[in-house]
């Protein structure tokens, strides 16, 4: 298994800002996930943030609005740029230990509200 | 495509009474299917995983489920609920080629009543 943080574990934004999550592991791992889980819904994958080349983005999600950075393995970043309201959700990062297909593990969320 | 279906948003039950979470799936080739369990204010912890093998599969905090490929169902199981039980359940699913990204079903909300 893995140990996850996430900063902030909440905020509450203005309109038109921007805030940056960082998503830290406790060892090194391949693949990191970022998803959104809007309040009362499921969890919906943004992107696979792979280290040392570009983000791979799911369906509806660009990176103009939700660029990451993977600078190594332990770590990431996903900005939620130009927020609106519509924004308002938690967003967590996974990981897959590649120990098992497909098992992965999540990161406390960050609940944000933007106004 | 995989999808995933949870055709149950909210599940009551006794403490004590056996206790079942509904998931239904559809996926290209074979699946590698998952159960996450929510606490509130917390975030998704892994409860277990059918890859191959027994189609009876345990797991956490005494939970089980059945993988059934005739009816494409994957549904949790616990012989006797507890009230912490209480919980948002959701089932996920990913196919056996591409990346490890999973599909989460839509959650069962699961209250155990004491």
């Known amino acids: 298994s893995a140990v996850i943080s996430q900063k902030p574990s909440r905020d509450i934004c203005q309109r038109g800002t921007s805030l940056t999550i960082q998503c830290q592991v406790d060892?090194?791992?391949?693949?990191m996930f970022w998803y959104r889980q809007q309040p009362g819904q499921s969890l919906t994958l943004i992107a696979t943030?792979?280290?040392?080349?570009?983000?791979?983005?799911e369906s509806g999600f660009v990176i103009d609005k939700f660029p990451i950075s993977r600078p190594n393995l332990t770590f990431s970043t996903l900005t939620v740029s130009n927020m609106s309201p519509e924004d308002s959700s938690i967003y967590l990062c996974?990981?897959?230990?590649?120990?098992?297909?497909?098992?992965?593990?999540f990161g406390p969320g960050t609940r944000l509200t933007v106004l | 495509a995989q999808s995933v279906a949870q055709p149950e948003d909210q599940v009551n039950v006794a403490e004590g009474n056996p206790l079942t979470v509904k998931c239904t799936y559809s996926?290209?080739?074979?699946?590698?299917l998952f159960w996450y369990v929510q606490y509130p204010n917390r975030g998704l912890q892994f409860l277990l995983k059918?890859?191959?093998?027994?189609?009876l599969v345990k797991g956490s905090y005494g939970f089980e489920a059945e993988f059934n490929k005739s009816q494409t169902s994957f549904h949790l199981k616990k012989p006797s609920a507890l009230v912490s039980d209480s919980a948002l359940y959701f089932c996920?699913?990913?196919?056996?080629?591409?990346?490890?990204?999973?599909?989460f079903g839509t959650g069962t909300r699961l209250t155990v009543i004491p």
């Open positions: 996974s990981v897959g230990t590649g120990g098992s297909p497909g098992e992965q593990f």
């Open positions: 060892s090194q791992v391949t693949m």
């Open positions: 943030a792979n280290q040392g080349s570009e983000a791979t983005y």
């Open positions: 996926v290209s080739g074979n699946p590698y």
């Open positions: 059918y890859i191959t093998g027994d189609n």
């Open positions: 996920a699913v990913r196919d056996w080629t591409g990346a490890n990204n999973l599909f």
